[in-house]
């Protein structure tokens, strides 16, 4: 379902080099015998997920439809970026559809919060709030300020069906808390890290409540289950592409840029940045995760990639298939001059400038350009997306030698913060 | 109006050393000498701006002011980016107030055209197309469909009031068009580029059409003019940041982050990474400009930029005052154990946690921190902002030795793309 091509990168190495080591990472991941071992239960997910609360998952979205205008998720990094990349890429970012997503507890930004709260006051409202613990500062915040909303513009009764908890299993203070006040909870498993947990609850509930085909995600998820399951790099693109990253480290690149030619897929690459950064930012290593979306950046950071300074590559991320497209128009008096392409197709013309691009950076500006192209921005192919980035990250991250699911130097501004705070 | 701190970026030379070089940049720059002297139209502009043209503007804006749902703004690059920045900026993400704001003729992307297509079908529009030439492909074909649905939409007379062209003062296909159909014009100034255009008709309408006070801003560019026109480093704050960047660079950061702890504050980055980038990524050299939104951020790049390579600094863009806050709420319960903030204000949590990471990347992490510091998100200081930036990238980029006015690299593509699209 995912085509993988490094045709374009000019690497100065043999992929069958890594063979061995490919098959090493493969085996501990797969084993569990790997740095980071307790965290590697997204491995098997597609198989071993837990069906009943997927049932369940459905079966709340299926009571809640039509009754609300807005679904606020109120969560942060993993309770976040997954969640919003699949509702920006599947529905698109002017979508017809109720309800409209806000992401919120994303932030300290007061204006940030305030607007919301104005704008979500005459309109019907679900919350989704997603923390493991509870305790996160951020969400923690946001989710009293809107609960007490909540409690203002709906009755008791209501609010145990409007505000959905995702969160530990057991324990923590947003357990206990949705626990005593009624709210629905759904699970956030203990080994599978925040920025592998878009196929759990944290990002199929908000998912399938804003109408997305969550059975169809977890079956793109599935069938890359199956296709990536081979460690040889003959056939296993995803660990192509784990490779690839490593040898064009090796030959000077420092930052990876990936690349869309699809507004929204913007966010995929936000939840991308999270996935491939955390992973493997660590002891002094890493790749810096950065972004573009072409044509648009093509006019701001299209010049530098062109001819500045040699320390990136380019990986695209293509779609084959549209969601939407149409023709353009022919127009009889032709003032713009534009007739030359009357009769295409929008997307082909999205093709074409994709093409020019890909040979202007690689060709003429020495840009090595990987290329992933997946079928289409609908659910299946999210769902084996997530997978397919998933194993690749993993592979790449033990290939440079670090531990790809743990985040220490997350917590050092979090305990800075706490003693400002006056947080005891 | 900004303060500019450098004492938490470990440089190891000393500012003063690059005085003379200063000096040099600021008379090349404001005598017209240096490299690129035929697109230095926006140093004295804030005293020069055309007058006439601005309260043409506003009258403009007076007119449709109420007779529109949605302001459709239709560029690309430099025709886009600050008309966003500023409008993000100052209303917000979820400003209350109408217009909706879309951008368009931005991408190729044909979801994105025929979602907002369908989108404003039943809405009051008024679309400002932006393009010097006319022919930037992205924009003239979403023009050339977004006419056809006014003319669909509304009569001839009202055609004529609705839709309004940004563009050359006498030349040029979009010029002949808007002319021809009777479109009212504004102007693009012949030594004004792109990414040094926000505060020309370029941004100033799409601004005050949705509601900014462009008088405001103007007067903000003003006050940076003055304060910013003497070359003399102890004084003039943007000359240190030019500075900075260089020393920075000579220490081995090959990548700048613009840091923001404002959602609304992404697309000035987005801005901000043209500015930077299109005016010093050639030759091979500059520095590769990227951005975060914190502490959304930390929870994705901040392991990254804790741990990972040790490659990039930070430049946080922060803000003195936000436009709304409010007080953290007392909960009698305290389920969530959150009571040790009751009563503080949101902006303080926002400000601590900004406290705790400066000290968590600059100390811990040893990633060396600029900070530019706002007043607050409103009009003038917006327009007090660009001039700095302005002046900033041209005095340090001229001290990289090359010319920050040109980008010969974006020809590239375009030409690989036009022969694929078998224009002749």
Same mark, same amino acid.
């Given at each position: 379902?995912?085509?993988?091509?490094?045709?374009?990168?000019?690497?100065?190495?043999?992929?069958? #080099?890594?063979?061995?080591?490919?098959?090493?990472?493969?085996?501990?991941?797969?084993?569990?015998?790997?740095?980071?071992?307790?965290?590697?239960?997204?491995?098997?997910?597609?198989?071993?997920? #837990?069906? $009943?609360?997927? $049932?369940?998952?459905?079966?709340?979205?299926?009571?809640?439809?039509?009754?609300?205008?807005?679904?606020?998720?109120?969560?942060?990094?993993?309770?976040?970026?997954?969640?919003?990349?699949?509702?920006?890429?599947?529905?698109?970012?002017?979508?017809?559809?109720?309800?409209?997503?806000?992401?919120?507890?994303?932030?300290?930004?007061?204006?940030?919060?305030?607007?919301?709260?104005?704008?979500?006051?005459?309109?019907?409202?679900?919350?989704?709030?997603?923390?493991?613990?509870?305790?996160?500062?951020?969400?923690?915040?946001?989710?009293?300020?809107?609960?007490?909303?909540?409690?203002?513009?709906?009755?008791?009764? $209501?609010?145990?069906?409007?505000?959905?908890?995702?969160?530990?299993?057991?324990?923590?203070?947003?357990?206990?808390?949705?626990?005593?006040?009624?709210?629905?909870?759904?699970?956030?498993?203990?080994?599978?890290?925040?920025?592998?947990?878009?196929?759990?609850?944290?990002?199929?509930?908000?998912?399938?409540?804003?109408?997305?085909?969550?059975?169809?995600?977890?079956?793109?998820?599935?069938?890359?289950?199956?296709?990536?399951?081979?460690?040889?790099?003959?056939?296993?693109?995803?660990?192509?592409?784990?490779?690839?990253?490593?040898?064009?480290?090796?030959?000077?690149?420092?930052?990876?840029?990936?690349?869309?030619?699809?507004?929204?897929?913007?966010?995929?690459?936000?939840?991308?940045?999270?996935?491939?950064?955390?992973?493997?930012?660590?002891?002094?290593?890493?790749?810096?995760?950065?972004?573009?979306?072409?044509?648009?950046?093509?006019?701001?950071?299209?010049?530098?990639?062109? $001819?500045?300074?040699?320390?990136?590559?380019?990986?695209?991320?293509?779609?084959?298939?549209?969601?939407?497209?149409?023709?353009?128009?022919?127009?009889?008096?032709?003032? #713009?001059?534009?007739?030359?392409?009357?009769?295409?197709?929008? #997307?082909?013309?999205?093709?074409?400038?994709?093409?020019?691009?890909?040979?202007?950076?690689?060709?003429?500006?020495?840009?090595?350009?990987?290329?992933?192209?997946?079928?289409?921005?609908?659910?299946?192919?999210?769902?084996?997306?997530?997978?397919?980035?998933?194993?690749?990250?993993?592979?790449?991250?033990?290939?440079?030698?670090?531990?790809?699911?743990?985040?220490?130097?997350?917590?050092?501004?979090?305990?800075?913060?706490?003693?400002?705070?006056?947080?005891?």
């Amino acid at each position: 379902m995912i085509k993988f091509d490094f045709q374009h990168a000019h690497l100065n190495e043999n992929l069958k #080099d890594y063979q061995e080591a490919v098959t090493l990472a493969h085996t501990q991941l797969h084993e569990k015998t790997g740095a980071g071992n307790d965290f590697v239960g997204w491995v098997d997910w597609p198989l071993n997920y #837990d069906h $009943e609360e997927l $049932e369940r998952i459905l079966a709340t979205a299926q009571s809640l439809r039509g009754r609300f205008d807005v679904l606020l998720v109120c969560g942060i990094g993993g309770s976040y970026l997954g969640a919003r990349a699949a509702i920006e890429m599947i529905r698109g970012l002017y979508c017809p559809d109720k309800p409209e997503v806000i992401f919120i507890g994303n932030t300290f930004s007061s204006t940030y919060f305030k607007q919301v709260e104005a704008y979500i006051q005459d309109k019907d409202v679900v919350l989704n709030v997603i923390s493991k613990s509870g305790t996160t500062t951020e969400t923690a915040m946001a989710f009293r300020m809107l609960k007490q909303l909540m409690e203002n513009k709906y009755p008791a009764e $209501e609010c145990r069906q409007r505000i959905l908890a995702t969160t530990d299993r057991a324990r923590g203070t947003l357990k206990e808390l949705a626990d005593r006040e009624g709210y629905p909870t759904f699970v956030i498993p203990d080994d599978i890290g925040g920025r592998f947990s878009v196929l759990t609850a944290v990002g199929l509930l908000p998912m399938a409540l804003s109408g997305i085909d969550v059975r169809a995600v977890m079956k793109g998820f599935a069938q890359a289950y199956d296709d990536l399951k081979n460690p040889d790099l003959e056939v296993n693109p995803a660990y192509q592409y784990a490779v690839c990253r490593r040898i064009l480290e090796k030959q000077g690149k420092c930052a990876e840029m990936l690349v869309s030619y699809e507004p929204q897929m913007t966010m995929v690459a936000e939840w991308w940045k999270q996935l491939f950064g955390e992973s493997e930012g660590k002891e002094g290593k890493g790749i810096l995760p950065c972004s573009a979306n072409f044509s648009t950046d093509l006019h701001s950071l299209g010049q530098f990639i062109q $001819e500045g300074r040699k320390m990136l590559y380019e990986t695209l991320l293509l779609v084959e298939t549209p969601t939407l497209d149409g023709q353009f128009p022919y127009d009889e008096a032709d003032l #713009d001059h534009m007739n030359y392409l009357a009769g295409k197709s929008l #997307d082909w013309v999205n093709k074409m400038a994709c093409q020019g691009t890909l040979e202007a950076h690689e060709v003429t500006g020495g840009v090595p350009n990987l290329i992933i192209t997946i079928p289409d921005m609908k659910e299946e192919s999210f769902g084996y997306m997530c997978y397919f980035f998933f194993k690749a990250c993993a592979v790449s991250v033990y290939l440079l030698g670090v531990n790809p699911f743990n985040q220490p130097g997350v917590e050092v501004y979090k305990k800075n913060m706490f003693r400002l705070l006056g947080k005891h």
